[in-house]
């Protein structure tokens, strides 16, 4: 398995502030991987250091074998990037962006046939500021294919989409893996990066807190499963007693949370539903919620999620 970019003790300060705190990791050739956490916790820091775009004040990056710092240049022209802050001008259109970022480079992709694999052909005289936010994020993917890079930075790709969109981006971001790319993303949606992720780093406050496979990571927590109901009137006070194994509840009015672990003969939601007939206790909306990667940030962290 080759090794695309290798990270050893990597530190970035502002002022007083510890963007990203000595942190060491290596991406595989041909996998997604991404760096998760929440806003604030070094994502964006890491990545513009991976891409050149800021210096490190201590540490050792290899990006295709070459220094961002010192060989800047040449890996510009071997690797695709989408920035957090992307922009265009406004009235400039999506063949114009193409084919004017097409004449940065010495070899490029042909950018017509991009239009139409992005599902862009219909937008190619639209004005930028026309776009929807979901053909701005396919126009950013297209400018950064346009290289024909090895590697293919995404930041917050799907930031402020709405969810049809950010699941056609998701798709994009798959078919681009399978142009044998490997794709580097940060983001903050738990969700986004198990579905597509094959390795994550889970970041907070500048430091790796988790790093594996999303199955391995869910695997490795051992996390409760979740059912959840709502309940007609009140439950008795003995019914969690009555439940097997190690459990707890928590109620928010008629809502009823049950937790419990997952390694279990008789599957939970078999046994609250029977409990719950036995007792003849009304209940609807009852459902179960597997373990994930928010599960796995909140038992390592402490906390939710901060948007």
């Known amino acids: 398995m080759n090794t695309i970019i290798q990270v050893e003790g990597l530190r970035k300060i502002y002022g007083e502030t510890i963007a990203v705190d000595n942190i060491s990791f290596e991406v595989h050739e041909g996998e997604i991987f991404g760096m998760v956490?929440?806003?604030?916790?070094?994502?964006?820091?890491t990545i513009e250091c991976l891409e050149?775009?800021?210096?490190?004040?201590?540490?050792?990056?290899?990006?295709?074998?070459?220094?961002?710092?010192?060989?800047?240049?040449?890996?510009?022209?071997?690797?695709?990037?989408?920035?957090?802050?992307?922009?265009?001008?406004?009235?400039?259109?999506?063949?114009?962006?193409?084919?004017?970022?097409?004449?940065?480079?010495?070899?490029?992709?042909?950018?017509?046939?991009?239009?139409?694999?992005?599902?862009?052909?219909?937008?190619?005289?639209?004005?930028?500021?026309?776009?929807?936010?979901?053909?701005?994020?396919?126009?950013?993917?297209?400018?950064a294919l346009l290289p024909e890079p090895q590697l293919v930075f995404l930041d917050e790709l799907t930031t402020g989409l709405d969810p049809q969109a950010r699941h056609t981006i998701w798709d994009l971001v798959r078919d681009v893996r399978a142009r044998g790319k490997t794709v580097v993303l940060t983001t903050h949606f738990m969700e986004e990066a198990e579905r597509l992720c094959d390795r994550?780093?889970?970041?907070?406050?500048?430091?790796?807190?988790?790093?594996?496979?999303?199955?391995?990571?869910?695997?490795?927590?051992?996390?409760?499963?979740?059912?959840?109901?709502?309940?007609?009137?009140?439950?008795?006070?003995d019914f969690e007693k009555a439940i097997s194994g190690e459990t707890w509840l928590e109620i928010q009015g008629d809502r009823v949370t049950i937790h419990g672990k997952n390694s279990r003969k008789v599957p939970l939601v078999s046994e609250v539903v029977n409990l719950l007939s036995v007792k003849g206790i009304r209940f609807h909306d009852l459902r179960t919620e597997q373990p994930n990667l928010e599960d796995v940030f909140l038992s390592l962290t402490g906390r939710e999620m901060r948007e």
């Not at 956490?37 to 820091?45: H, S, V």
């Not at 500048?206 to 695997?219: F, M, S």
């Open 37 to 45: 956490g929440p806003n604030g916790a070094g994502k964006t820091t």
């Open 200 to 237: 994550i780093v889970i970041l907070d406050h500048g430091n790796i807190v988790a790093l594996d496979t999303p199955e391995a990571l869910v695997r490795k927590l051992g996390v409760e499963e979740r059912i959840v109901f709502t309940v007609e009137g009140t439950l008795p006070p």
């Open 52 to 143: 050149g775009l800021r210096k490190p004040d201590q540490g050792m990056i290899r990006v295709l074998g070459l220094d961002p710092q010192q060989d800047g240049h040449a890996l510009k022209e071997c690797t695709g990037m989408q920035l957090q802050e992307s922009n265009l001008p406004a009235r400039m259109r999506v063949w114009e962006a193409l084919d004017l970022y097409a004449s940065f480079y010495p070899k490029t992709a042909n950018w017509k046939k991009l239009l139409v694999q992005l599902g862009l052909e219909e937008k190619r005289n639209t004005p930028f500021s026309k776009l929807s936010g979901g053909q701005k994020q396919r126009l950013f993917i297209a400018l």
